[in-house]
């Protein structure tokens, strides 16, 4: 209820200041024109010129570079707040004179890496903003010999892997299944994929990073220090600085490994098998990641609805084994060796993105994604006890009803479990079966459609709350839903920033608030969701 009343009282008064908005846009860009601008090409060093990584509503490409990293289009209307400027820096010393400059003029800095930020608060705010927009500072440096790469902010995972894959068959990197995602946003904000039970998440396998500090310094972690690198592993980056750059440990693959998708409808007995899955999927071997997304679909039979539940897997092993361990394990999926596709770790991520694992590698290298871009909401969960048979029946019944809903279901356990919840500020470890994500696309703009769809994936999310954590009620901060509260730009509410913070944080939210306090102590690095300073003890 106050997630929901928050954000009406947010549209209003977002409806407010479109229209102020259009009137005040061109002298407030005009104004910063002659103090930000001039500051941003006094900063810049003679070889490294930055007027050609400036953007201004003027320029003509200004529309197509903001779009070019927009991945959800419910921010991509003419409605939605454009920023004053973007700034494109395609050297290290633009991005310590955008901050200096930024912070000298207190303006609002949004930092951008791969742009899918599901609340779009990587390139949207609802006060005058401007982008730092790191897509051109994204080399990737593979060391097979130490096991480690550096990459930077800008690359996406796709482009990651496929360096990886160029050097090696027998390495891979845990971090998410889409590979137009960007490192910058994903490793700082935690970042799992389907190898997180056998090698955890993304920050569990970084030992080095670079960030330009709110002074403008460029520090690498010895000498950030321990507090602000562990932030920086999981608190999300846009409260702390900019990431420039992550080293990262490479983790074993072997040369030969297994995929399947399977399907099941309610017909196929999907109840049965879901249920056994959530004792399967978190305890078996850790080098099988078994994914379920359940979803509704039309009946074959007749013309009414059912449920379809996708398993897909990535083993780390050969086929047979496969076969046999689930045979052992979990008969009610009935796999078949004919479900099998043996191929390499890097073709499995063709396999997970739904690309034809014949197509040539340097699909990963594409930037823009191949499936059309929608209109979407993201909510998330954490289920820590086993859902019965009759309680699914009442899920089924309740997603049929909506019917344009969606689940993912991602098992822990394994290492996941092994892994201290105070390592990282990811504190979702041991004790919890399976995440859930909360998936709503539509393809239509308008206010009312988008105000319908997401109120699908609410309610939803409401009819869940039997069955998921509670006191605090999870939440995975990747999966930004701004639904759990917000903090308002400009001000710094230790209050409101607490609501989300525990939530995606749990204990590791106060740890997060004192080296925030710390290095930020103006709150110069802030967005609707970002790490509170500690309130100043005379304002209590
Ligand atoms: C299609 C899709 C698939 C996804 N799959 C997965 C998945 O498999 N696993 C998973 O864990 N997550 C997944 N996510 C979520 C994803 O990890 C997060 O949205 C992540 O934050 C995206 O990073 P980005 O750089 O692309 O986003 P951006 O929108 O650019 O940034 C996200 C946030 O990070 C901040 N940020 C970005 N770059 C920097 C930087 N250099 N320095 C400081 N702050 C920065 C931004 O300001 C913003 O707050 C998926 C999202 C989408 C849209
Ligand atoms: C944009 O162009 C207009 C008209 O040419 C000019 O007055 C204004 O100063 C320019 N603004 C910026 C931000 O460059
Ligand atoms: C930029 O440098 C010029 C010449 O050095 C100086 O006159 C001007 O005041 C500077 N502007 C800013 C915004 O620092
Ligand atoms: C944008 O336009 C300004 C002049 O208005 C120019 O100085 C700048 O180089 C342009 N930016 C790009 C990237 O072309
Ligand atoms: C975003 O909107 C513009 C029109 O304003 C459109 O040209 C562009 O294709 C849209 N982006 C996507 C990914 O659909
Ligand atoms: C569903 O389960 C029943 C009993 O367990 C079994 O007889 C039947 O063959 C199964 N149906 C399918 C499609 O697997
Ligand atoms: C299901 O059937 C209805 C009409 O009977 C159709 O409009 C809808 O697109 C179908 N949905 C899917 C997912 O095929
Ligand atoms: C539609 O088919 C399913 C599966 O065969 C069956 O369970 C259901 O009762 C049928 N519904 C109607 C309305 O006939
Ligand atoms: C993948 O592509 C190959 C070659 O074009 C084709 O033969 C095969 O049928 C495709 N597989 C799938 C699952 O579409
Ligand atoms: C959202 O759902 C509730 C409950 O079904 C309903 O009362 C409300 O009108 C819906 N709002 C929108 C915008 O669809």
Request: hydrophobic share 40%; glycine share 6%.
């Amino acid at each position: 209820m106050e997630a929901l009343s928050l954000h009406r009282i947010q549209l209003s008064i977002f409806a407010t200041f479109v229209f102020l908005s259009l009137v005040w846009s061109s002298s407030y860009a005009n104004s910063v024109h002659n103090t930000f601008l001039d500051c941003l090409v006094n900063h810049s060093e003679s070889s490294h010129p930055i007027t050609s990584a400036i953007f201004t509503p003027n320029n003509t490409s200004f529309s197509s570079v903001l779009q070019a990293y927009i991945r959800n289009l419910c921010f991509n209307t003419s409605t939605t707040r454009k920023p004053f400027l973007i700034v494109t820096p395609f050297h290290v010393s633009q991005v310590q004179g955008v901050v200096r400059c930024a912070k000298k003029h207190n303006l609002l800095i949004k930092i951008r890496s791969g742009g899918h930020d599901y609340e779009g608060l990587s390139y949207v705010a609802s006060q005058p903003f401007f982008i730092l927009d790191m897509f051109h500072l994204r080399s990737i440096k593979v060391d097979i010999d130490t096991e480690t790469a550096w990459v930077h902010a800008g690359a996406t995972l796709g482009e990651v892997y496929y360096k990886i894959g160029e050097k090696s068959k027998i390495h891979g990197f845990p971090a998410g299944v889409c590979p137009t995602v960007g490192v910058g946003g994903h490793i700082s904000g935690g970042g799992y994929g389907n190898m997180m039970r056998k090698y955890g998440l993304s920050v569990d396998n970084v030992v080095d990073a670079q960030i330009v500090d709110v002074e403008g310094r460029l520090l690498d972690r010895k000498s950030m220090g321990e507090d602000l690198f562990w932030a920086i592993t999981g608190g999300g980056g846009s409260s702390f600085g900019v990431v420039l750059a992550y080293k990262i440990k490479l983790v074993r693959v072997p040369e030969t490994v297994s995929v399947f998708r399977v399907r099941r409808t309610l017909e196929q007995n999907a109840t049965d098998i879901v249920y056994n899955w959530q004792h399967v999927a978190p305890t078996i071997d850790n080098n099988l990641f078994l994914r379920l997304t359940l979803n509704v679909v039309n009946s074959t039979q007749n013309g009414t609805k059912t449920i379809r539940a996708t398993f897909v897997a990535l083993f780390l092993g050969d086929s047979n084994s496969l076969v046999s361990l689930l045979n052992e394990k979990f008969p009610q999926l009935g796999l078949k060796q004919s479900d099998c596709i043996e191929t390499s770790w890097l073709r499995s991520v063709l396999f997970w993105t739904n690309i034809n694992i014949t197509t040539p590698v340097e699909i990963l290298l594409d930037r823009q994604p191949r499936s059309p871009v929608n209109y979407l909401k993201r909510k998330s969960d954490y289920v820590q006890k086993a859902i019965s048979k009759e309680c699914f029946e009442g899920i089924w019944k309740k997603m049929i009803e909506l019917e344009n809903v969606a689940f993912q279901f991602n098992p822990y356990g394994g290492k996941m479990a092994e892994i201290p919840s105070t390592a990282t500020p990811f504190p979702h470890r041991a004790g919890n079966l399976w995440k859930v994500q909360y998936q709503t696309n539509w393809n239509e703009a308008g206010k009312e459609v988008t105000d319908h769809f997401i109120n699908l994936t609410r309610i939803l999310h409401k009819y869940m709350t039997p069955f998921v954590s509670k006191n605090p009620r999870g939440a995975f901060f990747n999966y930004r839903d701004i639904d759990l509260g917000i903090n308002h730009n400009g001000e710094n509410n230790y209050v409101e920033g607490k609501v989300y913070g525990v939530e995606y944080f749990k204990d590791n939210f106060e740890r997060l608030v004192q080296i925030k306090t710390k290095i930020d102590p103006h709150n110069f690095f802030r967005n609707e969701q970002s790490i509170p300073v500690l309130p100043n003890p005379m304002e209590k």
